[in-house]
């Protein structure tokens, strides 16, 4: 068994601003030098190959780093530091289990199609606002998506939709270790909280009494934590999770499936007229692009191909590569949405194993509604300017995607088929 030591490794610049624009060069070099591991400076290992991401991810000898993180960061004691710690996926194994089994059962596709006809309603209305001057930023728009989305599905009122999004972009950069960002991302946190207090109080006082089959997500995660005994504080830690967890993931994609589709537009056009078509273009829109490096301690030595992980090594999965791997996806670099899904070759941007996306039916849902209704209102989008891109580590994508189009008319409303 060889040790981290005798390996000659690839140095990852994961934090250079050049890697964020693009990290392709880079893993080619790191898989000239070793087939599944690289190093990134002093912070740890690199995981680059699709196939020992999938195998080593869900290890059990692998522990999320959230709370490691806050240490870390001194935020021991504060709005976002307590939350970050107790949040479900840093909780200790059994207590993640208790928690994750209590809801995962009935995040299904089932329920996710239940929500779409509000998630129609929401994305329309967004579009009215947006699409009507023949020019916009793409980046901007899609940052507004996911959470009026989220308000929709909890059935909040949208005027506080503004400033609870600047709190969201505030705290998805804490992961860009800059402490300085700290005072703003503490004042969002708060925020949130009290939003989602606030939110949880006005239902439980006007229950909907709706059925099962008709139920929001919030009658839902209010009825099944009740039922399973959620305290109030995991309940509201928990819905303030989802608002962090599915905000910049689903903007990033989205915007990045946008600026995809600028090359492609005959797989745009199609997007307007085929509903079906969508969820297809969604899901190799996911193997193409995605905005996630997840990271992990190992908390017990891991042999690994005749590789010896020590305790307390970090590592990162940059799952948003993954699907480009050319040893496991050789016609990897062309976008092709009828490309067969084949078990073995799936794309991974929601994880793997026990911490493997709880909204990831909600994503699709919301991404496929979206790229649908998008591609009827904005007719042949063109680049109307140079994006920028954010650092590759934590949540990757690009920053801004000026664009220019032909308003279009919506050619179906809210009753498309689930
Ligand atoms: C395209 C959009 C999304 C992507 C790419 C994505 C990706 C991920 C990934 C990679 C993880 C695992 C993180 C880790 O193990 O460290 C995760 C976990 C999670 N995501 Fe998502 N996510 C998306 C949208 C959403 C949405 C919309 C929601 C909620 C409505 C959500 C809720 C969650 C939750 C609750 C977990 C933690 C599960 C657990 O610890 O058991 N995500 N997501």
Same mark, same amino acid.
């Given at each position: 068994?060889?040790?981290?030591?005798e390996?000659?490794?690839?140095?990852?610049?994961?934090?250079?601003?050049?890697?964020?624009?693009?990290?392709?060069?880079?893993?080619?070099?790191a898989?000239?030098?070793?087939?599944?591991?690289?190093?990134?400076?002093?912070?740890?290992y690199?995981?680059?190959?699709?196939?020992?991401?999938?195998?080593?991810?869900?290890?059990?000898?692998?522990?999320?780093?959230?709370?490691?993180?806050v240490?870390?960061?001194g935020?021991?004691?504060?709005?976002w530091?307590?939350?970050?710690?107790?949040?479900?996926?840093?909780?200790?194994?059994?207590?993640?289990?208790?928690?994750?089994?209590?809801?995962?059962?009935?995040?299904?596709?089932?329920?996710?199609?239940?929500?779409?006809?509000?998630?129609?309603?929401? +994305?329309? #209305?967004?579009?009215? =606002?947006?699409?009507?001057?023949? /020019?916009?930023?793409? !980046?901007?728009?899609?940052?507004? *998506?996911?959470?009026?989305?989220?308000?929709?599905?909890?059935?909040?009122?949208?005027?506080g939709?503004?400033?609870?999004?600047?709190?969201?972009?505030?705290?998805g950069?804490?992961?860009?270790?800059?402490?300085?960002?700290?005072?703003?991302?503490?004042?969002?946190?708060?925020?949130?909280?009290?939003?989602?207090?606030?939110?949880?109080?006005?239902?439980?006082?006007?229950?909907?009494?709706?059925?099962?089959?008709?139920?929001?997500?919030?009658?839902?995660?209010?009825?099944?934590?009740?039922?399973?005994?959620?305290?109030?504080?995991?309940?509201?830690?928990?819905?303030?999770?989802?608002?962090?967890?599915?905000?910049?993931?689903?903007?990033?994609?989205?915007?990045?499936?946008?600026?995809?589709?600028?090359?492609?537009?005959? +797989?745009? #056009?199609?997007?307007? =007229?085929?509903?079906?078509?969508? /969820?297809?273009?969604? !899901?190799?829109?996911?193997?193409? *692009?995605?905005?996630?490096?997840?990271?992990?301690?190992?908390?017990?030595?891991?042999?690994?191909?005749?590789?010896?992980?020590?305790?307390?090594?970090m590592?990162?999965f940059?799952?948003?590569?993954?699907?480009?791997?050319?040893?496991?996806?050789?016609?990897?670099?062309?976008?092709?949405?009828?490309?067969?899904?084949?078990?073995?070759?799936?794309?991974?941007?929601?994880?793997?194993?026990?911490?493997?996306?709880?909204?990831?039916?909600?994503?699709?849902?919301?991404?496929?509604?979206?790229?649908?209704?998008?591609?009827?209102?904005?007719?042949?989008?063109?680049?109307?300017?140079?994006?920028?891109?954010?650092?590759?580590?934590?949540?990757?994508?690009?920053?801004?995607?000026?664009?220019?189009?032909?308003?279009?008319?919506?050619?179906? #409303?809210?009753?498309?088929?689930?």
């Amino acid at each position: 068994m060889q040790t981290l030591d005798e390996l000659d490794l690839y140095h990852m610049p994961m934090s250079d601003p050049a890697m964020g624009e693009n990290p392709w060069p880079h893993f080619e070099k790191a898989r000239e030098k070793h087939p599944w591991l690289a190093v990134w400076d002093e912070y740890g290992y690199v995981i680059h190959s699709y196939s020992a991401m999938r195998e080593l991810f869900p290890r059990e000898e692998l522990r999320p780093p959230y709370a490691d993180v806050v240490k870390e960061l001194g935020q021991e004691g504060t709005p976002w530091g307590r939350f970050t710690e107790e949040q479900m996926i840093a909780l200790p194994p059994r207590e993640h289990r208790l928690l994750r089994d209590t809801f995962a059962a009935k995040f299904t596709p089932r329920f996710a199609n239940q929500l779409r006809p509000m998630m129609r309603a929401t +994305i329309s #209305k967004l579009l009215d =606002e947006w699409a009507t001057s023949g /020019k916009m930023d793409f !980046e901007a728009f899609a940052s507004h *998506f996911p959470i009026s989305v989220m308000f929709g599905l909890v059935g909040a009122p949208h005027e506080g939709i503004g400033l609870l999004r600047d709190d969201l972009e505030a705290i998805g950069l804490a992961y860009s270790f800059q402490l300085e960002r700290f005072p703003r991302i503490q004042e969002g946190m708060v925020r949130i909280e009290e939003f989602v207090e606030d939110t949880i109080a006005e239902r439980r006082a006007n229950p909907t009494n709706r059925s099962e089959d008709e139920e929001d997500l919030l009658d839902l995660l209010i009825r099944v934590g009740d039922e399973g005994n959620i305290s109030h504080q995991q309940l509201k830690d928990l819905i303030s999770f989802f608002f962090i967890a599915g905000y910049d993931t689903s903007k990033n994609v989205l915007t990045y499936t946008m600026y995809t589709l600028l090359d492609h537009p005959d +797989i745009y #056009k199609r997007c307007a =007229e085929d509903y079906e078509y969508c /969820k297809k273009v969604i !899901e190799e829109a996911l193997r193409w *692009f995605n905005p996630g490096t997840v990271t992990r301690y190992v908390d017990k030595d891991v042999e690994f191909r005749g590789v010896l992980l020590p305790k307390d090594t970090m590592l990162f999965f940059p799952l948003s590569v993954s699907g480009r791997d050319p040893v496991t996806f050789p016609d990897g670099q062309t976008f092709d949405p009828d490309r067969p899904i084949e078990p073995e070759r799936r794309q991974i941007a929601f994880a793997l194993g026990p911490h493997m996306c709880l909204g990831q039916y909600i994503a699709r849902a919301q991404l496929q509604e979206a790229i649908h209704q998008i591609a009827q209102r904005i007719r042949d989008p063109k680049l109307a300017g140079e994006p920028a891109w954010r650092p590759f580590p934590g949540t990757w994508g690009l920053i801004g995607l000026p664009i220019e189009f032909t308003p279009g008319e919506a050619v179906v #409303k809210e009753t498309e088929p689930a």
